[in-house]
């Protein structure tokens, strides 16, 4: 099972991006998703994560206010909006996904990633 995570590209700071993660052959609904990222020469960082029922979001000190997480099961797709951006949120972001259903700020608590997507925020 792999994840698909889109919807990254290059954007000036303060400018917004809308980040998709999807599954061509897993049911996201039951799930837990969590985003990550990492940025050059830096480790992996947790920012954002969705229990199965939505009913619980999450997000880092670094990017709450900024970033919204959010589920649409029927089309089998969690997103992150990305307002505000900042030069310091370039990275390559990545999806993961948690059978358990429960959201977890521990990437070892997923069972299923995503290959990333390239966000650029320039000055």
């Known amino acids: 099972v792999q994840l698909q995570a889109s919807g990254g590209g290059l954007v000036q700071a303060g400018g917004s991006l809308r980040l998709s993660c999807t599954a061509s052959?897993?049911?996201?609904?039951?799930?837990?998703i969590g985003w990550y990222r990492q940025a050059p020469g830096q480790a992996h960082e947790w920012i954002s994560c969705?229990?199965?029922?939505?009913?619980?979001?999450y997000y880092a000190n670094s990017v709450k206010g900024r970033f919204a997480i959010s589920r649409d099961d029927a089309k089998n797709t969690v997103y992150l909006q990305m307002n505000s951006l900042k030069v310091e949120d370039t990275a390559v972001y990545y999806c993961?996904?948690?059978?358990?259903?429960?959201?977890?700020?521990?990437?070892?608590?997923?069972?299923?990633w995503g290959q990333g997507t390239q966000v650029t925020v320039s000055s």
């Open positions: 993961g996904a948690a059978r358990s259903g429960w959201s977890s700020r521990k990437s070892y608590d997923y069972d299923y």
């Open positions: 052959t897993f049911t996201l609904g039951s799930s837990a």
């Open positions: 969705i229990s199965s029922s939505g009913g619980g979001t």
